[in-house]
């Protein structure tokens, strides 16, 4: 088993799975899950290998791991070009394999008791809806409710359709990040897409969850045909999508010197362009960001997984791999960086208004991405892809925390009974640092690596890392907004983490949470401790006291990946204060408010603006969604294709009736009926009857007629034979 | 001898006398006599053109015979249509018999 | 033996008809025996088409498995068949796509023997187009297709059928009177029909020369804009394409399939067999407005779907979507003829015929499925039905995604190809399309959202009116269409491969 064969196997455990299960093990739970968490197992033993391998590889990214590509698609001028797809395995497509096969992994484990397995089934549970409980009989660890029976969570009705559908997506971000081309990684990208509209509509007879997966559909998908447009517009002019071939001087050189006509951009501007929007729709930058909140719908692994740790990360990791080419335009650098820092902080304010705990991590998300955006916007390639492996693990960390939470509250709401208790919302909850330890640590260590709590958290290396490339390199706008989305960043997380676990239980259902099983705890600690340690793999060589401890391992290696080795910052202590400033300010900030806080009504922050998005849903429904609609209904189906295209065609008809009924009544009928046919008759008829005067029926007649005729005839003969 | 053209006036003139009595006479026995009058005018003729042409030629005479039997058959027929008109409608009128007519 | 193998194309054609002739003659009233024997008939020419499939050498150029008979010596007709990558692609789809008709034409019972018999002349008909290398032939043929599928609309069809079944006929016939001119003119100003012949002969007219008093390159502009009349209503071009809603909605689901699966692709087969080769010129003088009018049907065909309540309507405008980007695939290949991108636009815009057979037949017929059980295409009276046929759904949303064009599908492959290859040449258009591409994802979500997904209609989950699920026979013919999307989603190369050889080689 080479290592090329290798890496081109860890995609298929996934998909099999999904082809498994769909066709074969639909019925058999545990079957199914056994199979799908197996193939996660398997993919990450083939990623850990191969990352290991990778890491022993001198100049890893000159000398790419991957062999040959293989023919794929006949085309083009000879009968004997082709286009070729193969796999890569350089320094950024490692440490992204790293991560995605450790969270995919943590994330299938976590499904299994995400959806309850071991339970009984439910009451009423229908496939379609979120599982709502099943009665037990009374032997609980809890005093019974006062009707003598025990309401229990029960298992998800479509438990193996979740692991088949989980499998296919993990299938795509393997595809993605392994592809040397870019088709193929467009195909990863939009098997994702599609895992994600199959999944955020996973509880399908939910309207909300329906209208959510056509809304993330959709709105990728916008970014997805420009991006399309971009894959052909690069194929076009250099020929090829393989990145090798792509990167070659010569042919970013030929880009960046023709001009693509719009905007006064180059070629390599624009394509760049168009691959950029493909990302500001998948990683929900502004203004493709809406549907992110709305993605929630969906079960919390798909959030942790879809939308914190891989697929929006596809999008950072598709301009990471980019780079060399946008980076060859100063005005599609701009873009990226402006709409990256916007995105930071324009989330940042509408996070620190949601009260539902899945909506503060979805708007954190997208703050998140927005700051590794700007980073590339602005140059700092190791730093954003820093913080894009550190950021997938401790998000991950935060919503399969959350999730965990969710449970607990469900429990609780199981145990009342009380079904208008809304379990995600922040409000409700309280005090659950006692009744749920280990999610609690667990989520305290996310929360801290989220602000950027210094020294022991991940997130701290790398956002502090962003910044001090924006203040290294004077993008100082860049760099001030950067801060202050990091200081709301700590502020609500703290938000988050007191009104959920400090302080009282303020409802009844928090009385009752519990934590959750080890299958959902086990991935927690686990990811915990990544979010801790892996920022010790990048710690900046001139860091005070521990710069120069271990060597900046990150920097060296992901630098590799481009062909110049980007220099690492000087080492300034400004944006070192100020992230330490805004992550510890922001911590302490959210905690002194929040901690009196009990209730929305008292949440000075609740401005209906930020509350409501700056009601860009309203906006986007009212200027693009019902005009559409409209323009679909009424412009092309009822006008034009009816009542124009349809109008003149329905002309034909009448006016060749009427041009017949003319020819016929007008022509046809007098003329020749009338006066030809009838006409005719009528004449011979005529005749006839002054003719059949002869016909008297006397026979003394006829003799006499007989003989005038011989004579005459008798007469004419002698006279004109004779005479 | 009389000279043939007697004998031709003669037939002639007795085919003339049947001739008007076949356009003219209302009874159909009349008109039959009429006929019968015209055969035999043919039969003068025949003779006399035999007495007068070759005598030894028995064509003439044959001929004139033959007519006599066609006469008489026809008559014979005749008379049985005049009859059985006369028992169909009660008439011998040859005017009245036009059941022919358009 | 010897005699299968030198008539093999003569076979495919004829055995469909002539197994329409013995069905004449089988006693009336078994359902069961007209069902299964022509199921068998029409496989058939399936079985004979893979044989020349696999025995079709790719390298080669120009036609292969020729044959030829003597027919009209007076005007210079023969009776001409061959095949060479293009065509061979399209009759083993439609020898493909005729027995899924069929077998989903089973639970048809009223008056089955004719409707088996003109199923089966309307099979002939359509390979006879795809054979003909004679133009008199060709156009036999293609009139022959119509009759068929008239009375399969007019008598088996829904509501609207009459009107539907009119339109479709009058509409298509129409535009092919100007065709059958042009093809006499050219047998007039040639001697002879024979389409080989004219591919050499063609070129190498004097421009001088007058046909009729007109100059040799006014006669060749009017036969041009006859034949591309005569296409451009089949395909169907936006604007000649209101007939193809009418008509796939109200034909049979059997009809529809093979509507859309197989007589669209006889206008565009027109275009490539036809117009580009013999009118190089004026077709890339006219590719412009035939770019606008792809686009149009792109863009417009998108709009229309998404405004539908009717599932089939909407699934019927998804054609014109398609077709769209076949006609744009053409109109660059047009437009640049002879360039790499043209070529890469061609392929994609054949290999997307394909596709869009299998897609637009397998998503017609999970149509005709829920239709027989609910009696009703209206969206809005479906509703959550996916816990009630979960194999149903998931089917659909398979079909549906390929129709999509979801990569690792067979519908990215040829769109991807027809982008690439219209990028360059036309880029304003291909962006435009892109809108349409984008409505196509709105427009098939929302086919999902309104039949699938939203709270369980409760209306379809009790008593009478209970849906069942979809069962083996429907199974049986929607695997194969699953199986080759998927293949040629992800392996393409063994279909990609006879298809650019024919279009570097034609073009």
Known sequence: MTTELLIWLIPLPPVLAFFLIVLLTNKNKALSHTIAVGAALLSWLGSMIVFVQALGVEHLGEHPLGGEPINWL?????????????VLVDPLSAVTLFFVAWTVLMIFLYSVGYHNFGQPEGDHDHPGLPPHGATVEEHGHQRSSPVGKHVVPSIEPMYSRFFAFIGLFAFGMFVLVLSDNLLTLFVGWEIMGLCSYLLIGFWYAKPSARDAAIKAFITTRIGDVFMLLGIAYLY????????????????LHTLATIPSGVLGLSAAGLIGLLLFIGTIGKSAQFPLHVWLPDAMEGPTPVSAMIHAATMVSAGVYMVIRMFPLISLDPTTMAVVAFIG????????????????????????????????????????????????????????????????????????????????????DMFNMGGLRRKMPITFWTFLIGGFALSGFPIITAGFWSKDEILADAFGHGHTAVFVTLAVAAFLTAFYTMRQITLTFLGEARTKEAEHAQETPWTMTLPLVILAFFAVTYGWVGIPEHFPALGGLVPNWFHEFVGGTLAEHPEAVEFSV??????????????TFGWLVYRNVNSAAEDRLQIPVLKNKYYFDEIYDRVFVKPAYWFAETVIYKFMDQSVIDGILHIFGPVTDRLGSAIRNYFDLPVINRFFGDGSANVTY????????????????????????????????YFFLLA | MVPLSWYLIFAAALFSIGLFGVLSRRNAVAILLGIELMLNSVNINLAAFWRYG????????????????????????????????????????????????? | MNFIDTHLLSLILFVPALAAVIILFLPNGENKLFHWFTLGASLIPFVLSLVVWFRFDATQSGFQFEEAYVWYEAIGSSFHLGVDGLSLTMVLLTTLLTPLAILASFSISDRVKAYMMLFLFLETGML??????????????????LVPMFFLINQWGSANRNYASMKFLIYTMGGSLGLLLAIQMLGVLFGHFDLVRLYEGWNSLDPTKTLLGLPVSTVKAIAFWAFTIAFAVKVPVWPFHTWLPDAHTEAPTAGSMILAGVLLKLGAYGFLRLILPLYPNEARIFAGALAVLATAAIVFGAFAAYAQTDFKRLVAYSSVNHMGFVVLGIAAAAFAAGTNDATIALNGAILQMFNHGLSAAGMFFLVGVIYERTHTRDLGKF??????????????????????????????????????????????????????????????????????HGPLNEHWAHGEHKLTEINTREILVMVPLMALILWIGIWPAWILNVINNVVVTLF
């Open chain 3, 128 to 145: 006879g187009v795809f054979m003909a290398l004679d133009l008199l032939i060709f156009f036999v043929f293609w009139e022959v297709g």
């Open chain 1, 74 to 86: 006949p085309l083009g001028e000879s009968v004997d070009t082709y286009f070729k797809i193969g």
């Open chain 1, 574 to 587: 400004w944006p070192l204060l100020t992230s330490l400033f805004v992550a510890l300010g922001g911590l």
């Open chain 1, 236 to 251: 076009s002019r250099a020929g090829t999508l393989t990145f090798s071939e792509i990167f070659a001087e010569e042919t």
């Open chain 3, 383 to 452: 509703g959550g039905l996916f816990p009630l046929v979960p194999v149903y759904g998931g089917i659909l949303i398979f079909t549906s995604m390929a129709s999509l064009g979801l990569p690792g599908l067979n519908g990215f492959v040829s769109e991807f190809l027809v982008v690439r290859g219209s990028w360059p040449i036309l880029p304003v258009y291909t962006a435009v399309a892109m809108l349409g591409l984008l409505f196509t994802g709105a427009y098939i979500l929302k086919g999902i959202k309104m039949v699938l």
């Open chain 2, 54 to 102: 070759d005598v030894l030629q028995m064509t003439g005479q044959v001929f004139a015979i033959i007519v006599f039997a066609v006469a008489a058959a026809e008559v014979a027929v005749g008379l049985a249509l005049v009859i059985s008109v006369y028992r169909r409608r009660n008439t011998v009128v040859a005017d009245e018999i036009n059941m022919m007519k358009w």
């Open chain 1, 341 to 424: 820092a916007f995105t930071a902080l324009f989330a940042a304010t509408i996070a620190v208004a949601q009260n539902d705990i899945k909506r503060v991590l979805a708007y954190s998300t997208i703050s998140q991405l927005g700051f590794m955006i700007a980073a590339l916007g602005i140059g700092a390639y190791v730093a954003a892809v820093f913080h894009l492996v550190t950021h997938a693990f401790f998000k991950a960390l935060l919503f399969l925390g959350s999730g965990s939470v969710i449970h607990g509250m469900e429990h609780g709401v199981l145990h009342t009974g009380n079904h208008k208790v809304d379990p995600q």
């Open chain 1, 686 to 717: 005529w005749f006839g009857g002054k003719l059949r005067a002869v016909q008297t029926g006397r026979i003394q007649q006829y003799l006499m007629l007989a003989l005038v005729v011989f004579i005459g005839i008798g007469a004419a003969l």
